[in-house]
C-alpha cells in the first residue's frame, strides 16, 4: 500500500513577510489563492530535477511573486513578492 506524500510546506522570506505586510487585503487573498495553486501545480506534476532547489517566478493579482521549490524537502519558500511591472 503506497502512502500519500506529505503536503508542501510554505515559508516566507523575512523580506516577504515585509512586503505582504504592506499590501492591501485584496492583494493578499489574491496571493494566497496563487500559492494554492502552485502547491497543487507541484502536488500534480512533481519535478524530475537533479537540483534540490529551483528559483521560479509567477504572477498574481498585480504582484509578482519570487519563489524557491525544493521537492527533497516538499517546500516552497516565497523569496519576494513585488508590484508587476505597469504595462504602457
Do not use: C, K, N
Not at 503536503?7 to 505586510?21: C, K, N
Not at 498574481?60 to 524557491?68: E, N
Amino acid at each position: 500500500m503506497s502512502r500519500r506524500p506529505a503536503p508542501y510546506h510554505v515559508a516566507f522570506s523575512p523580506q516577504a513577510w515585509l512586503q505582504i505586510g504592506q499590501m492591501p487585503h485584496s492583494t493578499f487573498r489574491a496571493l494566497q489563492a496563487a500559492l494554492d495553486t502552485i502547491a497543487q501545480e507541484m502536488e500534480a506534476a512533481p519535478t524530475a530535477s537533479d537540483s534540490e532547489e529551483t528559483e521560479r517566478l509567477t504572477t498574481a493579482a498585480g504582484v509578482v511573486i519570487t519563489y524557491q521549490r525544493d521537492d527533497a524537502t516538499r517546500s516552497l519558500t516565497v523569496v519576494e513578492v513585488r508590484p508587476a511591472p505597469s504595462e504602457p
